[in-house]
């Protein structure tokens, strides 16, 4: 095994183990570097992982896309050396999430607020001053 496949075979290990440590159920996939993710909710997640110096995403979305299990959500996580680690998704999976997380926290302040398209800014003011108020 090269020194490049091992690089590889750690940085898949260490995005499961963080998903796992998020409290994540993680299964590994016959494929190198395929994980599926499952949330809580049932939600399901295919997760690539890619530790490569040379990038090449349009390689990687499309291996991605063909590989992915149908229903389930996409997420490619690649890192290059002493780089930090990055995830793309497509861009309507990540402004759904972004929607669900901005109800899920309205309704945190307020449920009246159920249906509310409130800022981070605005939620993040609303609890400090909820919490001021207790």
Request: aromatic share 6%; proline share 4%.
């Amino acid at each position: 095994m090269t020194n490049t496949r091992t690089k590889g075979l750690v940085f898949e290990r260490e995005v499961a183990a963080a998903f796992t440590a998020a409290g994540f159920e993680v299964r590994g996939l016959e494929a190198g570097g395929d994980h599926l993710v499952i949330s809580h909710d049932g939600h399901v997640l295919h997760v690539e992982a890619k530790r490569q110096e040379r990038m090449q995403l349009p390689t990687w979305l499309r291996q991605q896309e063909r590989d992915c299990p149908q229903g389930a959500l996409r997420a490619l996580v690649f890192r290059q050396s002493r780089r930090p680690a990055y995830v793309v998704e497509p861009f309507e999976q990540f402004v759904r999430r972004e929607a669900a997380i901005g109800r899920i926290l309205a309704l945190l302040v307020d449920p009246a607020y159920a249906d509310a398209m409130l800022t981070r800014r605005q939620i993040a003011e609303a609890l400090a001053e909820r919490a001021g108020h207790e």
